[in-house]
C-alpha cells in the first residue's frame, strides 16, 4: 500500500510540478532507497523514532520543505517521538504521517517497560513497576493483568485498571509470590483498531531468594 500510495500522489502532479523526493525506507535501521521500485519492508522491526534521529544527517544539503512518514502505526516510544517532532518543528519541518493497511487502524497501545525486584521470596508481595504508552486511545478503559505463562485464560494474579491518555503512563501492581509459578506475563488487551498486538504482552520471571541456612 505503501508504494501504491506514493505512486498515486505523484502521479495526480503534473510533471513540470513535481517536487524531488528522497525515498529512505526504516526497519531496524535507516537506510537510503534509490528509488520506488526498490522500497520495500524486509524488517520485523519498525524502529521510527532513531530513524528520526539519524534522517537529518542523511538527507542532502538542501533542507526539504516536509517529511513524510508512511508506517505500520506502531510506536516503540511515545515520549521520544513527541520530543522528535518538537525539534523537527523547530526546523521548520513539518511531518505529515499515514498509516499504512488496515483504514481502520486508530493508533496503539504497549507495555513499554517493565521492571521488576531483583530478588523475593516465596509469601512476600512484588511490586512491579511497569509503563505503558499509548496514542489514539485516550480515555479508553483497560486493564492491566498479571498470568502465569501459558495460562492467560484462568484468572489472574493481579490486574490494574487504568484510563489511557495518550503518551506514557507509569503504573504500579502488587503480586503475591508463588515459587511453583514460574514464568509470567504481564498484558493489556488488544483493542480495536491497533495497529499491532506485539507489544501488549511482556514475559517475565520473579527470582526467587535463597532462603538456605550456612551451617558454620
Known amino acids: 500500500q505503501v508504494k501504491q500510495t506514493i505512486q498515486q500522489a505523484t502521479a495526480s502532479i503534473p510533471v513540470a510540478d513535481r517536487p524531488r523526493v528522497q525515498l529512505f525506507r526504516f526497519g531496524e535501521h535507516l537506510a537510503k532507497v534509490p528509488s520506488l521500485v526498490e522500497l520495500r519492508s524486509i524488517d520485523e522491526a519498525s524502529q521510527l523514532a532513531p530513524a528520526l534521529e539519524r534522517l537529518p544527517s542523511r538527507m542532502e544539503s538542501d533542507q526539504p520543505r516536509a517529511v513524510f512518514v508512511l508506517s505500520d502505526g506502531a510506536i516503540e516510544d511515545g515520549e521520544r517521538l513527541t520530543k522528535l517532532t518538537d525539534a523537527y518543528r523547530e526546523m521548520s519541518l513539518p511531518i505529515h504521517t499515514l498509516i499504512a493497511g488496515d483504514n481502520g487502524l486508530r493508533g496503539d497501545v504497549a507495555i513499554a517497560e517493565l521492571a521488576v525486584p531483583p ?80 507489544n501488549n504482552t511482556v514475559p517475565f520471571r520473579l527470582a526467587q531468594r535463597d532462603r538456605r541456612l550456612k551451617v558454620l
Open 119 to 198: 530478588r523475593v521470596t516465596s509469601g512476600d508481595k512484588a511490586t512491579l513497576r511497569t509503563v505503558v504508552s499509548s496514542r489514539g486511545f485516550a480515555g479508553q478503559r483497560v486493564v492491566l493483568a498479571v498470568h502465569a505463562a501459558g495460562r492467560e485464560s484462568a484468572p489472574p494474579l493481579a490486574t490494574l485498571p487504568i484510563t489511557l491518555t495518550d503518551g506514557r503512563q507509569p503504573c504500579e501492581l502488587v503480586v503475591d509470590v508463588d515459587a511453583d509459578i514460574g514464568a509470567m506475563t504481564l498484558s493489556l488487551p488488544v483493542l480495536p483498531g491497533e495497529a499491532t498486538r506485539e
